[in-house]
């Protein structure tokens, strides 16, 4: 069975990338969007969202390059001077991990972005961190542990098969062997827990630059499985100083080609998003009647 997700992420972002998962939802070949609950955009999105009952929308957590849902002075550990999450995920990690004090803001705003996502009242179709810092175990129970309370059933894997990075020379090959270890331990605990996820994602190495080239290139190797494929389009770029090199007009581009539709088709993939996923596999997990 190939089963495919195509995402947008940072929805809510600006009001170019609301417009351009709109087009590509209508238009293209895009079944997914991550919503921003804190980002300037967000209401915008959500009006967007609410006129497009078909487009599975998730939880983007912010944590980190962005600005929390809470006022800076209740979580003043996760925040610099200028009220803006720290810029060090390193350090960060390291201060979850370490310190109760900290770990106890990091609750109080993970729990603050789920509720923000469940006033807007759309169904909760996944959950996933800004630069895949749900990697961070700290953060990934406490998401696991709080996201029980608003109906989380899915998270995506951040896992993109050794081929993509090898591709892209030693220096990813290398980094993609080193995050193997967070990502098994990643996978058990999605799993012990009974959150669905995805076999592989596409999208990590090429960041800001999956274009209709890429695409074309990961569909016609598409492997069996759930595969997830994340962009970032935006109608225009130089979005925010993090994503000055991101190719947004081209990615949108790509989800509006037809040759990526025709090769979306010929994968033989069933496509939607997370929640579609879970709800198929409902059956096959019920016990059959005596």
Excluded: C
């Excluded at 991990?97 to 169904?123: D, K, Y």
């Excluded at 925010?240 to 949108?252: F, G, I, K, V, W």
């Excluded at 080609?257 to 033989?268: L, M, Q």
């Amino acid at each position: 069975m190939k089963f495919l997700i195509i995402t947008a992420d940072d929805y809510g972002l600006h009001e170019a990338v609301n417009e351009a998962v709109e087009m590509a939802f209508r238009e293209g070949v895009l079944t997914t969007a991550s919503l921003m609950v804190g980002a300037p955009a967000a209401a915008d999105a959500v009006r967007r969202a609410r006129a497009l009952p078909g487009l599975a929308v998730g939880l983007h957590l912010v944590l980190a390059d962005g600005r929390p849902v809470l006022a800076p002075e209740r979580i003043p550990a996760l925040v610099d001077a200028s009220g803006r999450f720290r810029d060090s995920m390193a350090r960060q990690g390291v201060r979850f991990f370490a310190i109760p004090a900290v770990r106890r803001q990091l609750e109080a705003e993970i729990r603050a972005q789920f509720e923000a996502f469940a006033r807007t009242g759309l169904p909760l179709d996944h959950v996933n961190a800004h630069k895949h810092f749900h990697l961070h175990p700290t953060l990934l129970e406490t998401l696991l542990r709080i996201g029980r309370e608003f109906g989380l059933e899915a998270v995506r894997l951040p896992r993109e098969p050794a081929w993509v990075a090898r591709r892209a020379g030693p220096l990813k090959g290398a980094a993609s062997r080193l995050l193997a270890p967070w990502l098994a331990l990643m996978k058990r605990r999605l799993r012990a827990a009974g959150v669905a996820h995805n076999d592989q994602v596409f999208g990590v190495t090429d960041s800001g630059a999956m274009d209709e080239a890429a695409l074309l290139r990961i569909l016609t190797r598409l492997p069996d499985g759930v595969s997830e494929i994340y962009l970032h389009p935006a109608t225009h770029g130089a979005l925010t100083p993090a994503m000055s090199q991101y190719r947004h007009r081209e990615e949108l581009d790509a989800l509006l080609s037809p040759r990526v539709r025709a090769a979306v088709a010929a994968s033989g993939s069933a496509t939607g998003g997370f929640r579609s996923l879970v709800r198929a596999q409902e059956p096959m997990k019920s016990p059959r009647a005596a």
